[in-house]
């Protein structure tokens, strides 16, 4: 009920409901603040939490002695986490910070003038002091008659009533009377011509705060009314003032109450003793430790309870106490078997009735020379970990030599890919040279020479680009230059660009799929070597007279492009090796020529675009490559610029 009051005092509307009038309609209201008491079931909170924000919710928690209440408020508690709570010992003050806080009420909110209640038989008179009063930014309600002025009352609440004494259906004392049976805090001004027809013994009784003389002087009305109302706030303040001195003392008594619970049942012991030594008091954890009961500290001092260097340690830090007033040290605790138990001691100085004392908290430590032990067992373990992570760096060092030993063979291969067409270059050079110093200048031996020369000259191009390729993945970077592009568009190129080899070995390449246009961000030209790479595979490794299938479908915002041949297929332990830097098939790395580079740069070039690419066998006999590419490609913010190389890991 505090709580409901606090918010009314602050211009809140406040409902009060018991939660078994939870059900939609009251749900289905707008509420600016859901305030809950600790008894209110978890099923109730979760309902609401469905409805309200947790910042919104204020939690009022039970009263500390109320331990069956405790458990259950801890698991509203842990449902609401961002709730406000609010605890018994909060005084009014506080409570109405909050309150302020959460519903971010501004001074306008904070009554600080009268609502007043004008009343006049006379217009222009009426007319003046109304404009007198508003302009002083009093709220002013105005009536020329009784009869309307109690319309007024029973719409408006009044906090003074500044009325004519004398009317032709009644006298303004009259007025106030009905008034204050109707509002009991308001207070009266009146005004006549005629003092001596007022009664003041009369008007006084009924609470009529003072009495003007016609006509009206302006200062005066408002210095009247100022002093009226500041008396009155002073009145509801004192009011507010005992109310919140109580709250005050009862919280005090609560805190108090509260910190006699937590001092008695702290799992610590907890002694207070005089500077002397002497034990002022002591906690229930106390008879435990020291295997005292609690009336045999009484006649004790602090210091029979610990070994000689413990007590000296004890008293030089009390004799050169610091600024911060409070000290830790080690102590040995003295039994009656003479073992001693390791303990420490964290003291803090205290005022008690006046004087200075001290507050000694003491733990046992025994249990650390347990974690001493499994601290030595970790560090068996650790070593064993150490051991077990030396394996795996060698073993890494194995797959590095591995991948060097890959690299050297490439080289190998690469060193007789060069040499083979730079030989056929320069033999069919020769010829060409031989048979025009012979002035023999057949036209077919001479074009079949350059052909020979010409297709050598592609393959080495080849060779060297995938050899730039390389470089550029050795250094980590790639130009990126993503755009909007149809793919099939750039795949129809890229077919364009190997249909020679398609003609000569009679290989027909099929599109499927190809009806719709498909837009993407890509770079074309990578996109464009990819085909070329895969489509050059196919063609090779397909037997003359077959086909090829390029497949070009969307799924789920990705393009997915398959290029199926029916060659000689991949084991399927090496479909994933293929795309490998170096590596070949089993199948295709001899007799077929090659350095491995192809599809590694294909699976680079799509890993830019944000895609995936796999390899499958499939019914014909042969492989199938599946590329997928996203429609659209997030790029990093530092890669949108005009230099977009995109550094591969």
Known sequence: MRVKVLLELIGCEVELLHFSMIDDTVLKQQYDLVAASHGVPTSIIEELMNDFSQEHFLLLAPKAQRSDLLEHFSEINRLLPNAVVIYPFFANKEISTLLEGILELDSDNILKLPTVLLVDHCP?????????????????????????????????????????????????????????????????????????????????????????????????????????????LLKRHNSELVERLQSTVDALIEKDSLLRVIFKHTPDAIILFERCGKVIETNDACEQLFDKQHHEFESCSVFDFFDAPSITRIKEKITTLSKNRQFSCDLRMLKKDGNDIPLVGSF???????????????????????????????????????KARTAQLEHAKDVAEAANLSKSEFLANMSHELR??????????????????????????????????????????????????????????????????????????????????????????????????????????????????????????????????????????????????????????????????????????SGAGGTGLGLAICREFVALHQGTITARNNEYGGATILVKLPLRIDLPQHLASEDRSVKLN
């Open 124 to 232: 222009d008179r009426l007319q003046k002091i109304a404009q007198n009063l508003k302009g002083a930014h009093i709220k002013t309600i105005t009536a020329d008659n009784m009869s309307f002025a109690m319309e007024l009352i029973h719409e408006h609440a009044i906090d003074l009533l500044i009325s004519d004494f004398t009317f032709e259906d009644g006298t303004g004392l009259e007025l106030f009377i009905k008034l204050k049976s109707l509002q009991p805090e308001s207070r009266c001004l009146l005004y006549t011509s005629k003092p001596d027809q007022v009664s003041m013994v009369a008007a006084i009784r009924q609470g009529v705060e003072d009495v003007l003389i016609k006509p009206i002087d302006d200062n005066g009305l408002l210095q009247s009314v100022h002093k009226l109302w500041q008396t009155e």
């Open 348 to 386: 803090n100085e205290i005022d008690h009735h006046g004087e200075i004392a001290l507050a000694g908290i003491f733990k046992n430590v025994t249990h650390l020379k347990e974690k001493e032990d499994l601290l030595l067992e970790a560090k068996d373990l650790l070593e064993e970990e150490v």
């Open 420 to 589: 083979t067409p730079m030989h056929s270059i320069l033999s069919f050079a020769r010829f060409g040279l031989d048979k025009v110093a012979n002035n023999d200048l057949s036209k077919d031996k001479l074009n079949k020479y350059l052909s020979r020369i010409e297709q050598s000259g592609e393959r080495l191009l080849s060779l060297l680009n995938n050899l730039l390729d390389l470089s550029k993945l050795d250094v980590g970077k790639f130009p990126f230059n993503p755009q909007k592009h149809n793919l099939s568009s750039i795949i129809k190129t890229s077919i364009d660009d190997v249909s020679g080899t398609a003609l000569e070995r009679n290989i027909a390449i099929r599109l499927i799929g190809f009806e719709k246009s498909i837009l993407l961000d890509c770079d074309e030209e990578q996109i464009n070597q990819i085909m070329r790479n895969l489509l050059g595979n196919a063609l090779k490794f397909s037997e003359p007279a077959s086909e090829i299938d390029i497949q070009l479908a969307m799924n789920n915002e990705m393009a997915e492009i398959s290029v199926i041949d029916r060659g000689i297929g991949i084991p399927e332990s090496e479909l994933e090796k293929i795309f490998a830097k170096f590596e070949q098939s089993s199948k295709t790395n």
